[in-house]
């Protein structure tokens, strides 16, 4: 099972960008997916998460801005991002959370210019 993250680029600030994140395969007892961003020199975040439930959670950076939502059928964790600003620049990841193992894609590049 592989996560394949893309819809990453380069945007100005104010503009919109929607990443997606393909689930190819079936991952049992998943309990959380969501999205991470690493800036360079920076540790690794959680931008916004979404639990089985529903239920969502966001960094208090992004609240407002960004939505995250999943297809069960099409097994995609999508983050709609809008008013991007410059200091959203980083390589961002999707994760699933299961029961017995954490999944990452691969990452994909978002670049903010002011």
């Known amino acids: 099972v592989q996560l394949q993250a893309f819809g990453g680029g380069l945007v100005q600030a104010g503009g919109s960008l929607r990443l997606s994140c393909a689930q190819t395969g079936i991952i049992f007892n998943i309990n959380v997916m969501g999205w991470y961003r690493q800036a360079p020199g920076k540790q690794r975040e959680l931008v916004a998460s979404?639990?089985?439930?529903?239920?969502?959670n966001y960094a208090d950076s992004v609240k407002g801005r960004f939505t995250i939502s999943r297809d069960n059928a099409k097994r995609t964790i999508s983050l709609q991002m809008n008013s991007l600003r410059p200091e959203d620049t980083a390589v961002y990841y999707c994760?699933?959370?299961?029961?017995?193992?954490?999944?990452w894609g691969q990452g994909t590049q978002v670049t903010v210019s002011s």
């Open positions: 994760n699933v959370e299961a029961t017995y193992r954490t999944y």
């Open positions: 979404i639990i089985v439930g529903g239920s969502t």
